[in-house]
């Protein structure tokens, strides 16, 4: 799988969660900056400068496959980053995806911090089961296909639920819909929105749901109309919307009412995923 730009995209939208994650003390508030290291004329893609000039410049590498030269390529970028930086504190982090993509190389092993990202995020999980990152990196944390057909949907819902700014949301969930179709190749666009739609809780065990008398009246009015397949794409329409935006308006349940092809349906379940607010649906 791609990961590397990937991971490096999710600290970029916000460096303090590589602290968070590595409990390496916060510098305050810093910038994840990509740096050409002049002598060896490359970039360096992960260099976190905080605002703070007293902090250490921090070189942090994701490391998702095995390479015995990991070590001596940070040791070398951390002191021409020092050296570019006149003198100024570095320290070099490593984050392994696992444990067994770690040559420990000594010396050079005890002079960098390592981590290993499935152990951590085990550990965060723990401590804060609803964190964004949790969720964000178990398409590429999950070992089982199977299990994570089965949870993407609630993976996804996590990400939305988490109160994030706009534009860090919108950084997660492009990443997190990468990797599932990283995971996924032979999915289409189809399987990919049942995935992600099938896994919503079973909202008629939660107070919202069992106020939804509505679903069987509904249900009543279309039976004869619509058979089969449009009428459980009708149900996950209004299941869905009712989970996201609570208990439908008549002027709602009218215009689901009137829905009559599957394609329309398709592409208002695709809107109520993305959208932050009933007000920005555009019913068709």
């Not at 009712?242 to 009559?260: C, D, M, Q, W, Y």
Request: net charge negative.
């Amino acid at each position: 799988m791609r990961t590397d730009k990937q991971a490096y995209a999710i600290f970029a939208a916000n460096p303090r969660w590589l602290f968070e994650l590595t409990q390496l003390p916060w510098p305050g508030p810093c910038t994840w900056k990509s740096i050409t290291l002049k002598e060896l004329e490359q970039s360096a893609d992960g260099v976190l400068e905080p605002d703070d000039i007293q902090q250490p410049l921090t070189v942090a590498e994701i490391q998702a496959y095995a390479d015995p030269f990991i070590y001596s390529r940070v040791i070398v970028e951390m002191a021409l980053l020092q050296r570019q930086a006149a003198n100024r504190d570095v320290q070099g982090v490593i984050l392994f995806f696992n444990r067994s993509d770690d040559p420990q190389i000594e010396p050079w092993r005890e002079i960098v911090h390592v981590f290993y990202l499935d152990e951590v995020l085990e550990k965060l999980a723990t401590q804060q089961p609803d964190h964004p990152l949790v969720a964000v990196f178990r398409p590429v944390i999950t070992r089982e296909t199977e299990t994570l057909e089965k949870n993407a949907g609630e993976y996804y819902n996590q990400i939305k639920a988490s109160s994030l700014p706009p534009a860090i949301e919108e950084t997660l969930l492009r990443v997190f819909m990468d990797w599932i179709l990283q995971r996924f190749p032979t999915f289409g666009k189809k399987e990919i929105e049942n995935m992600l739609i099938g896994e919503l809780p079973d909202i008629t065990e939660t107070k919202a749901g069992k106020e939804l008398i509505e679903i069987g009246e509904l249900k009543g009015k279309r039976e004869g109309k619509l058979e089969g397949k449009l009428e459980g794409k009708l149900d996950s329409l209004l299941l869905l919307l009712t989970a996201k935006f609570g208990k439908p308006t008549p002027e709602v349940r009218k215009r689901i009412g009137s829905l009559k092809s599957a394609e329309a349906i398709d592409g208002l379940l695709i809107q109520v995923i993305r959208v932050d607010s009933i007000d920005q649906i555009q019913w068709l």
